[in-house]
């Protein structure tokens, strides 16, 4: 089992900027990519950001050029670096991990939300 904890949401103004923290806690658990996605109100979830551990990274179009995604490999942690937020960023973020656990076909874990509100 992988357990993810969430940490930064909260609200913020438009045009703001905030951080997201995610770190994963387990036991013999090889973390191939961590990221971010994101659901608004009557929409789907959709991905933010993604990094893998070799450094590639993936952002949603609507994020480029505003959000960076870090990760501590050491540490087991990912960090999203969100800037000029606007009222459409405003959703439940979710923290994911992509890993390998010996003998478990789940390779999938989710953390439980946390809630960015971007004011006007």
């Known amino acids: 089992q992988v357990q993810l904890v969430e940490s930064g949401g909260g609200l913020v103004q438009a045009g703001g900027s905030l951080r997201l923290s995610c770190a994963a806690f387990g036991t013999s658990f090889t973390i191939k990519a961590m990221g971010w996605f994101r659901q608004a109100p009557g929409k789907q979830r959709e991905l933010v950001a993604a990094i893998a551990t070799g450094g590639a990274t993936n952002y949603g179009d609507s994020v480029k050029g505003r959000f960076t995604i870090s990760m501590d490999n050491a540490k087991n942690t990912v960090d999203l670096h969100m800037n000029s937020l606007s009222p459409k960023d405003t959703a439940v973020y979710y923290c994911?991990?992509?890993?390998?656990?010996?003998?478990?076909?789940?390779?999938?874990?989710w953390g439980q939300g946390t809630q960015v509100t971007v004011s006007a």
């Open positions: 994911n991990a992509n890993v390998a656990v010996p003998g478990i076909l789940k390779n999938d874990y």
